[in-house]
């Protein structure tokens, strides 16, 4: 329960950190594009069951792809949509660590 909760808490706060160090004179804009981001799960709703707190989303979902990845990564690179690619980056690393405590967790 603990580790659910605090993975979608990181969700808010990484791209909040983010927004105020990176975009200190819009920071409140560019964390609410990069939070508006997490639409990206609804590919979520394409698996079942929906939510399993066992499976590691990347590689997995759709959106969560290693070639939507490398996607997300050239919208970062450009300026017009940087706050989006950064949103996906910044998602994806989260799930990414999800995926590494969900690793650690079998093992014990």
Do not use: E, K, N
């Not at 983010?18 to 981001?37: G, N, P």
């Not at 990845?69 to 950064?86: E, K, M, N």
């Amino acid at each position: 329960m603990l580790r659910p909760a605090l993975h979608l808490l990181l969700h808010f706060a990484a791209p909040a950190a983010v927004a105020r160090l990176a975009f200190s004179d819009r920071w409140q804009r560019a964390w609410m594009i990069m939070v508006a981001t997490m639409i990206v799960d609804l590919d979520h709703l394409l698996a079942d069951p929906i939510y399993d707190s066992s499976r590691c989303g990347l590689g997995f979902h759709p959106l969560h792809s290693w070639p939507a990845i490398a996607g997300y990564l050239v919208l970062a690179a450009i300026v017009p949509t940087r706050l989006v690619g950064l949103g996906l980056v910044i998602h994806m690393a989260l799930d990414g660590l999800d995926c590494l405590w969900i690793s650690l967790s079998q093992t014990w």
